[in-house]
């Protein structure tokens, strides 16, 4: 995967089930279609979920850093060897 997909998706994702950890916006959503019966499990799912996104965005900005050493390392080798 790119490493752009992987920051944007981490980002996405953070930012979706951090709105969703807030209970009261989940109580609203979920009492107006009937599933609000889904609320009692619901921060099993949203902390593990919250957390995986972060670790993917932060990998996703770990890869993107690397990338970027990376290319300074070639440049400067490039520039040296000419």
Same mark, same amino acid.
């Given at each position: 995967?790119?490493? =752009?997909?992987? $920051?944007? /998706?981490?980002? +996405?994702? #953070? ?7 807030? /209970?009261?916006? $989940?109580?609203?959503?979920?009492? =107006? +279609? %009937? *599933? #609000?019966?889904? $609320? %009692?499990?619901?921060? !099993? +799912? *949203?902390?593990? /979920? *919250?957390?995986?996104?972060? @670790?993917?965005? +932060? !990998? %996703? *900005? ?5 990338? @970027? =050493?990376?290319?300074?390392?070639? /440049?400067?080798?490039?520039?040296? #060897?000419?």
């Amino acid at each position: 995967m790119k490493d =752009a997909t992987i $920051l944007k /998706t981490g980002i +996405v994702g #953070s930012v979706i089930a951090a709105i969703c950890c807030a /209970t009261p916006v $989940l109580v609203i959503a979920l009492g =107006a +279609v %009937g *599933l #609000s019966a889904w $609320l %009692g499990w619901i921060d !099993y +799912v *949203l902390l593990p /979920t *919250l957390a995986a996104f972060l @670790a993917m965005t +932060v !990998y %996703g *900005l770990w890869r993107r850093q690397r990338a @970027a =050493a990376c290319c300074a390392d070639e /440049t400067q080798t490039t520039k040296e #060897s000419a």
